[in-house]
């Protein structure tokens, strides 16, 4: 059933067209959504305010309930932690930052808990770093992770593991991570909730005249020179980030947009008209996912099918253990790996599932033989079509 409202996701995305020039948020079916921690923290109290994410679930619920996948990404774990702590305002060392997530992520996740659960929904944490997104074998497990959260109709609740994170490895804000995490999921949809409505000609704070810019087609140098710096004391990013942010999203196939979540129920008001700056991709999360397993990477090694799975690959199938004859070359989980057909015409490429002695094992053998052969249970398949690419697509 679908919900009457504004929030209900149709069938599919709705791009920008010149009779309708900015996209209906109810034709997106995977948002991401980004909350900062000035939005959830009291900047007096330092607690969280209660009412304001209560509104938002609201909100996430009528999308979920729609049929949409939802994401979120929360900052607020060291913003809640140093208060708890009692540790001073301004810049914190390392160790205290680290000991204030610590804290902060235990009420951060009971909190997002409470608010989701109590509108129906099951809320799934997860803390990543910057290498969970760059290499390519923690991010396979952190995308089969939320892949698994969504088919499970659970809301994935993410943000950076600021526990073990350093200034070397971290991403520093939630406005990249939030990118990063949108095309890792396939999402189509990313939304910055943030104190500021959107992108301005000049920062709106130093500028009485500045315009808001309703609609980027594309980002240039002009709209760079736009973004100012950091929005406010509790928040590690600004406008510049932000601009990042939507080079990763856009690159990736995904939709972004920044909106003023100062307000309540953001989500709802976005979908009604309310002022904010989307920043359009020419593609879609597929067709750039495919475009940079086929284009971006080496491969490492490669994949000898047999007639059977090329067929099955062809109908739009993963590629199975049972299916593969020959296992050539040295790659480790992740890597990028060819895959010919029994002439020997490479038919595709994609993401392995499997080192390549695992591989070898595996090959040839049913996928109910995975845990006995390995000794530990693995995945049924050797590539899974989500991260596959074939000739001609």
Known sequence: MRLNSPLSPSSGTQPATPASPLPSLGGFKRIVIKVGSSLLVDRQEGGLKRLWLEALAQDIAFLHRGGADVLVVSSGSIALGRTVLGLPEGNLRLEDSQAAAAVGQIALARIWSEVLGDRGMTAGQILVTLGDTEQRRRYLNARATIGRLLDLRAVPVINENDTVATSEIRYGDNDRLAARVATMASADLLILLSDVAGLYTAPPSEDPDAKLIPLVPRINAEIEAMAGGAASAFSRGGMRTKIEAAKIA??????????????????????????????????????????????????????????????????????????????????????????????????????TAYDASDAILLAGRNSQDIESLLGMPGRSALIHRDDMVLAGD
């Open 250 to 351: 856009t690159t990736g196939g995904t939709h972004m947009l920044i909106a003023d979540g100062r307000i309540m129920h953001p989500v709802t008001k976005i979908a009604e008209g309310a002022p904010c700056t989307w920043f359009l991709t020419g593609s879609n999360p597929v067709t750039a996912r495919k475009k940079w397993i086929a284009g971006s990477l080496e491969p490492r090694g490669v994949l000898h099918i047999d007639a059977g799975a090329a067929q099955a690959l062809c109908a739009g199938r993963s590629l199975l253990p049972a299916g593969v004859q020959r296992v050539e070359g040295r790659f480790s989980r992740g890597d990028c790996v060819v895959i010919r057909d029994p002439q020997g015409a490479e038919i595709g490429r994609g993401l």
